[in-house]
């Protein structure tokens, strides 16, 4: 049973092998039908660099804004800025840090960044 297995695995493979080549020969076949002027006329156009000025690359501008930005994106990130400043600088109450980071300061500074 497990000979009968192999072989066919075998045969598999060969008939797999044989499609390949036939393929291959196809296109070998092509590539003989190709003129040597056309073989030469697409080697010398490789060997040209392309003109940036008449590429798809020149069109191609980064800053673009895309199709899928909703109108009010900008609007919305305005406030929410200006939230947290408003929170940050007018609201917050000072801390425990903030205190620490005052202790090694001058008497002189701090009465000029809070008043008298």
């Given at each position: 049973m497990m000979r009968i297995k192999w072989i066919e695995n075998i045969l598999e493979f060969r008939s797999k092998r044989t499609l390949l080549e036939k393929r291959f020969s196809i296109t070998s076949k092509k590539n003989e039908t190709i003129k040597?002027?056309?073989?030469?006329?697409?080697?010398?156009?490789?060997?040209k660099p392309i003109k940036f000025s008449t590429s798809k690359a020149s069109k191609f501008l980064s800053g673009n804004k895309t199709k899928n930005v909703p109108e009010y994106q900008e609007t919305v990130l305005v406030t929410c800025f200006a939230i947290f400043l408003l929170y940050f600088c007018v609201l917050r109450e000072e801390n425990d840090i903030d205190e620490a980071m005052i202790r090694n300061i001058p008497p002189e500074i701090l009465r000029q960044i809070y008043g008298k």
């Open positions: 040597n002027d056309e073989v030469e006329d697409d080697n010398m156009r490789k060997r």
